[in-house]
């Protein structure tokens, strides 16, 4: 397969088989979760709320992604957008359920099902899902073809831009059972490449679409806003340099500071301060009585 020696391989000597199996015992933060099938493990119905929009999260990024969507719908004033946010623990296998398999084959959060139509529309995909509410309530999503043509071009920048930071950088640097260095510098690479991407257009743009605050905001910012806190995989702000990246720093903080993006980022938080933990939203007053420290529960 290869003409280096295999004995320079890491760990020594390996060289793939000629047909993959799967090691149960490789490790890693999520190795008791991951696996090389789909389908449900078990049969669990999932709960129904009395809104029509059902949510079904963690505030994972791509959770987050959702819940910020949801309470700006709400800021602005479109009352249909409330919602129930039911805590899904992807750590326990929540998502291997039946009833979230029937809503996302993939078993991944977000999932979002829609009981205002006809027939109930499911919505996969954290995409997928800001882009059904953007046309849902005709909010966050320029009308222009060229500016919504934009927003689309950031979106779907980030839908693929993503899993090079959270599944590879992330993994390897913060999850992976062992230190690999080739691993760390292919995707640090890639990842400082995909802030200066994000820190050269933003030196000319307020919004990534723009002037528009729109759904290719709230795609990228609980991820790269977050890395550019130096919130993510630990020390990885110092390991990145990203205080560098001046212009995604700025975009940052002005979306970190709106309302709805702050109580969004709680919703189906289920780590840190527990004062900043909703795990189920149901109505808007729950961010004033039902945070964990609040109900006394963590």
Do not use: C
Request: proline fraction near 6%; hydrophobic fraction near 35%; charged fraction near 25%.
């Amino acid at each position: 397969m290869t003409d280096k020696n295999p004995q320079d391989n890491f760990p020594a000597g390996y060289e793939p088989d000629k047909v993959w199996t799967w090691d149960k015992g490789n490790g890693g933060a999520f190795a008791s979760i991951n696996r090389p099938i789909a389908g449900a493990t078990h049969d669990k119905p999932l709960p129904v709320g009395k809104h029509p929009l059902q949510l079904y999260s963690l505030a994972t990024p791509n959770g987050q992604k959702v819940t910020i969507m949801l309470e700006e719908l709400l800021e602005a004033g479109h009352k249909d957008a409330e919602y129930d946010a039911w805590l899904i623990k992807i750590g326990d296998g929540d998502q291997f359920g039946s009833g979230f398999v029937e809503v996302n084959p993939n078993s991944k959060i977000p999932a979002l099902m829609d009981h205002s139509t006809a027939e109930p529309t499911r919505v996969f995909e954290s995409g997928s899902i800001l882009l059904y509410l953007a046309e849902k309530f005709g909010a966050f999503l320029p009308k222009d073809l060229k500016a919504r043509t934009e927003t689309m071009n950031w979106l779907f920048w980030q839908m693929g831009s993503a899993p090079f930071l959270g599944g590879g950088f992330g993994h390897f640097y913060a999850y992976a059972p062992i230190k690999i260095k080739y691993a760390i510098d292919r995707y640090a690479m890639e990842v400082k490449r995909q802030m200066d991407v994000l820190d050269r257009h933003l030196a000319d743009h307020q919004f990534m679409a723009g002037s528009e605050y729109s759904i290719a905001d709230m795609a990228i910012w609980p991820w790269y806003g977050r890395l550019a806190r130096s919130e993510a995989y630990n020390d990885a702000g110092t390991f990145l340099e990203v205080e560098g990246y001046k212009n995604v720093k700025r975009w940052t903080d002005e979306i970190g500071a709106r309302p709805a993006v702050k109580r969004g980022v709680m919703v189906n938080k289920a780590s840190g301060d527990p004062s900043e933990q909703l795990h189920e939203r149901h109505d808007a007053s729950d961010f004033e009585t039902k945070t964990q420290d609040k109900i006394g529960k963590n």
